[in-house]
Structures are given as C-alpha cells and as structure tokens.
C-alpha cells in the first residue's frame, strides 16, 4: 500500500489540517472583500488568484463571498477541485506558485461561510429524544411513537445563522414554569447548548423529485458545527402543539469551516440496528446493498475551557442520508445552501450528553462546578475529530460562541 500524501506546507504533515482534509471557508485580508479559502495547516490558501493563473475552468466561484457559487458546481466539480488542489499542495514543484498566496490564519477575519437557504433541524439520537422524553414526560414512554419510523424534524430560521465566534445575545420571551400559574416576559432563565452536525446542500433538486437516500454525495457538499442554542423555558411554554419556534429561532451558530464529505471517506461506520425497519425510501435501494451509514466523529463540549462532555456521533440512530431523503420525500425541492441539523448528539453514558439540559438533567441535577443552564459570559466551544483518509484525523470546524446579557 501506498503512503498516502502529506503536504508540502510547513506544519501541516500528520496535522490535523494536512490535504486529507481541506476544509472551505470565506475569508478576508484587512480592507480586501470576503473570498473563498481553502485551510492547509495553519493557513488559508487564496484560491482566486491561484485558479486564474492556472485557468482553472470555474475559477469565478473562488471569488464569491460565500461557497455557493462553488457548491452549486455539484459533485463532480467538488472532486476535481480537490483533486486539483491535493496536487498543489504535495507536489513540490507547485510551491513557487502556491506558497505566496498561503496566509497565515491569524492574519485573516474568517464569515459565515455559506448563505444559508432553508434551515432545517432533526432529532436523530435515540440517546437524546429519550432523555428529553423522560426529563419533560417523566411518566409516559420517553420516545413517542412516530420516532423509530421517521426522522423527526422542524424547519428553523436561517436568517439567524450566525458563523462561530459570533457573540449570543440572551433572549427573552414568554416563560412558564409547571409551578406557575401564569406566564411572564423576561430573559430566559434556561439558556442551552445543542452539540449537533450541521450538513450544507450543494446541489439542488426539482420540486415534485425526490432526492434517494443513496443520493446524500450528490447533493451534500459538505458537513459543520452546529450550536443549535436554545431556550428551554420558551422552549416548553411554546413547544405544544406546533414545536419549536422562538425558543430556537433567536441564533444558530455554525463553522466557519466546511468539511467536503470528501474528507469523511474513512469515517462511515454502520448505523446502529435499526427496528423496526424502516420504510422502503428510508433503506438504501443501492448495487452495493449497504444500508445508509452513520459518521465516527468525536464531539467535545468546552464550557469556560473545561471539556463537560464528549458526544460520539457514531451513536446517531438516523443516518444524513436518511434525514436528506425524508425531507424531500413529498417533493419539496432542496436549494444550494440548504442547511440541515442532526440534533443534539448524545451518547448513553451520563458525560456523553449533548446539552445542559441533559448533563443537568432537568436542571435537577447540577454538573461541573454546580452549573445547570449558561450564565451571562460563558463561552461555549464545540470540538469534532474524525478518522481521515490519510490514516490519521482530521478536525472539523470548530464551533464558540459567547453569551451577553439580555436586552
Ligand atoms: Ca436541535
């Protein structure tokens, strides 16, 4: 077996960020527009400027200042460009062009990288819905009977997709706890954190098509971060019979970088048993006769620099491939951009959970240094690793965001 490559740039061989990763993203210099970057080491490479001297054909799209343009190229584009840009940055030969235009991070403000078209969220850990049953209907069973049949899910609002780092501002609404006979308006007193993977759609589909559930590369571009931050005392007022709204809708926070799926080649694993079996669009109808598979990536949930859970994504009971193909199974037509929640991530061991709400169960139970829900100040960093094609790992896009006081 060959040894796979390494790159060329300096740090970036056997790191976390060497070219079997090559993550995309929106930067800028200081004075200069936002443009497309791909991330080698602990640089950026300017592709605009390296595309056109080499012509490359879609050299245009690296100049946006969002991926879409780019992830609207479709797959086969995707790979290419990868194929293109693992050359340059192994090839010694290609270091008199490339090197100039690679910037250190640190030199650059980093944008939300993708604009946002619809925003879906999902509810695919078997870990967390039941949890979550158990916390607010203690005495019936804890995952209601549509869940082992159909990924559930909501569609939330993409407008307050905000890029990591951007700061959270409490919010405030209708609040009612059991105890209380009426609601108030005021902050909410049970602000929370969803440790999820977020999955942006590049190619689209018609309206009235259904896109297959062995047809997730073809349209998925690629994967994020995704802080789903939540209010849970809005939540729970608001929720019946409708679900979530204002105590989602006020700010989701994603990556400013783009894993391509391309990068997760190593990282498919089996999904766990799935019974009953799902219906028929749901099960994969490929030549190969594998089912849809789930992801191995490690989640790590930093509070205030202290690691408080690490949920495994591996655990998911509902594949990406799934979540995707149930959305347009009723013909609603996906759109370059489209952005998609798995849920909250959490694994069956108590310090797997994925949100406050859990680690605290309720609330009831304090974690840490006696925490329940966030304070004004925190800071909240989401970490993911994965498995690479290189034989190491790779990261995927972290994800912080730091909470002021309500207005
Ligand atoms: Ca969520």
Same mark, same amino acid.
């Given at each position: 077996m060959s040894t796979p490559p390494t790159s060329w740039v300096e740090g970036a061989a056997g790191s976390l960020f060497d070219v079997d990763n090559l993550? $995309?993203? @929106? *930067?800028?210099?200081?004075?200069?527009?936002?443009?497309?970057?791909?991330?080698?080491?602990?640089?950026?490479?300017d592709l605009a400027p390296v595309a056109a001297a080499e012509m490359l054909d879609v050299h245009h799209v690296f100049q946006e200042t969002s991926l879409n343009a780019l992830m609207a190229e479709g797959r086969a584009v995707r790979e290419?460009?990868?194929?293109?840009?693992?050359?340059?940055? &192994?090839?010694? &030969?290609?270091?008199?062009?490339?090197?100039?235009?690679?910037?250190?991070?640190?030199?650059?403000?980093?944008?939300?990288?993708?604009? +946002?078209?619809?925003?879906?969220?999902?509810?695919a850990s078997?870990?967390?819905?039941?949890? #979550?049953?158990? =916390? *607010?209907?203690?005495?019936?069973?804890?995952l209601l009977p549509n869940w082992?049949?159909?990924?559930? /899910?909501?569609?939330?609002?993409? /407008?307050? +997709?905000?890029?990591?780092?951007?700061? #959270?501002?409490?919010?405030?609404?209708?609040?009612?706890?059991?105890?209380?006979d009426a609601p108030s308006y005021g902050p909410s007193r049970r602000l929370d954190i969803e440790a999820e993977l977020g999955f942006v759609v590049g190619s689209?589909?018609?309206?009235?098509?259904? #896109? /297959? +559930?062995d047809a997730f590369a073809d349209h998925v571009f690629g994967v994020v971060g995704l802080n789903d931050w939540s209010?849970?005392? =809005?939540?729970?007022?608001?929720? +019946?019979?409708?679900?979530?709204?204002?105590?989602?809708? *006020?700010?989701?926070? =994603? %990556?400013?970088? #783009?894993?391509?799926?391309?990068?997760?080649d190593?990282?498919?694993?089996?999904?766990?048993?799935?019974?009953?079996?799902?219906?028929?669009?749901?099960?994969?109808?490929? %030549?190969? /006769?594998?089912?849809?598979k789930g992801l191995d990536i490690d989640v790590e949930i930093?509070?205030?620099?202290? @690691?408080?859970?690490?949920?495994?994504?591996?655990?998911?009971? $509902?594949?990406?491939?799934?979540?995707?193909?149930?959305t347009t199974v009723n013909g609603a037509s996906l759109r370059t951009g489209d952005l998609y929640g798995s849920g909250t991530i959490s694994g069956p061991a108590p310090d797997q959970r994925g949100s406050f709400l859990e680690l605290s169960w309720g609330g009831t139970e304090p974690f840490g240094d006696g925490r329940t829900f966030l304070e004004d100040g925190d800071v909240v960093t989401l970490r993911y690793t994965a498995p690479g094609t290189g034989g190491g790992r790779i990261a995927l896009g972290e994800v912080t965001g730091q909470i002021e006081p309500a207005r």
């Open positions: 993550p $995309w993203g @929106v *930067f800028s210099l200081p004075g200069e527009e936002p443009r497309v970057g791909v991330r080698i080491g602990d640089r950026v490479l290419s460009v990868r194929r293109w840009l693992t050359g340059l940055l &192994t090839d010694e &030969t290609e270091r008199d062009l490339v090197e100039p235009h690679l910037v250190p991070l640190t030199d650059v403000t980093m944008h939300l990288p993708v604009e +946002v078209a619809d925003y879906v969220d999902f509810y078997l870990e967390h819905a039941s949890n #979550v049953g158990r =916390i *607010f209907r203690p005495d019936q069973e804890p082992r049949h159909l990924p559930v /899910g909501y569609h939330g609002r993409s /407008g307050t +997709v905000v890029a990591s780092g951007t700061r #959270v501002v409490r919010p405030c609404g209708q609040r009612k706890a059991p105890t209380e689209p589909s018609a309206m009235g098509d259904r #896109v /297959g +559930v209010a849970r005392d =809005i939540q729970a007022w608001e929720y +019946v019979p409708l679900g979530p709204f204002l105590g989602k809708s *006020f700010a989701t926070s =994603i %990556s400013q970088w #783009v894993t391509p799926v391309e990068a997760l190593a990282a498919w694993v089996d999904l766990p048993v799935q019974d009953p079996r799902p219906l028929d669009y749901l099960v994969s109808t490929g %030549s190969t /006769g594998e089912g849809p930093e509070l205030n620099g202290e @690691v408080v859970s690490r949920p495994p994504y591996r655990t998911m009971y $509902w594949s990406p491939a799934q979540m995707l193909a149930h």
